[in-house]
C-alpha cells in the first residue's frame, strides 16, 4: 500500500488475474466475525472510479513484522462476502449521518 502526496488517501496497486493493472482507493477496513477485510474503489488512470463499484478482500498484516505489505485475498464464500457487504452498507449509512449531522451543525446559527 503507499500514501499518495496529493490527497492523503491510501491506495493499493493490484495485479489482476487477467493481468490488468488496477489502483484502488482504499476506502475502509472492516472487521466482521473477528476476521478483517478491507474495501476498494477501483479508479481508472485519471484518479477517478467510473460506476461506484468496490471490491472486498480479506487482509492480514503481519503483527510481527508491520514493515512487509498486507496481504488480500479473495473471498469465494457467498455467506462470507455478503456478510462483509452487509457490514459495509452498515458502514455507509454511519458515514452518511456522521455527515448530516456536520451539515447540521455549520447550518446552525452561532
Same mark, same amino acid.
Given at each position: 500500500? +503507499?500514501?499518495?502526496?496529493?490527497?492523503?488517501?491510501?491506495?493499493? @496497486? *493490484?495485479? &489482476?488475474? %487477467?493481468?490488468? !493493472?488496477?489502483?484502488?482507493?482504499?476506502?475502509?477496513? *472492516?472487521?466482521?466475525? #473477528?476476521? =478483517?477485510?478491507?474495501? *476498494? &474503489?477501483? &479508479?481508472?488512470?485519471?484518479?477517478?472510479?467510473?460506476?461506484?463499484?468496490?471490491?472486498?478482500?480479506?487482509?492480514?498484516?503481519?503483527?510481527? !513484522?508491520?514493515? +512487509?505489505?498486507?496481504? *488480500?485475498?479473495?473471498? =469465494? @464464500? =457467498?455467506?462470507?462476502?455478503?456478510?462483509? #457487504?452487509?457490514?459495509? %452498507?452498515?458502514? &455507509?449509512?454511519?458515514?452518511?449521518?456522521?455527515?448530516?449531522? %456536520?451539515?447540521?451543525?455549520?447550518?446552525?446559527?452561532?
Amino acid at each position: 500500500m +503507499q500514501k499518495e502526496n496529493t490527497s492523503e488517501e491510501m491506495t493499493v @496497486d *493490484l495485479d &489482476l488475474e %487477467d493481468g490488468a !493493472h488496477v489502483t484502488c482507493a482504499v476506502v475502509t477496513i *472492516l472487521t466482521v466475525a #473477528g476476521s =478483517d477485510y478491507i474495501v *476498494l &474503489l477501483p &479508479l481508472n488512470e485519471q484518479g477517478q472510479n467510473d460506476n461506484g463499484e468496490v471490491w472486498f478482500y480479506r487482509y492480514f498484516e503481519d503483527e510481527e !513484522h508491520p514493515e +512487509q505489505e498486507p496481504v *488480500l485475498e479473495y473471498i =469465494d @464464500d =457467498d455467506e462470507e462476502y455478503e456478510a462483509v #457487504g452487509d457490514a459495509f %452498507d452498515e458502514y &455507509l449509512d454511519t458515514v452518511e449521518f456522521d455527515e448530516m449531522i %456536520d451539515m447540521e451543525e455549520e447550518e446552525e446559527p452561532q
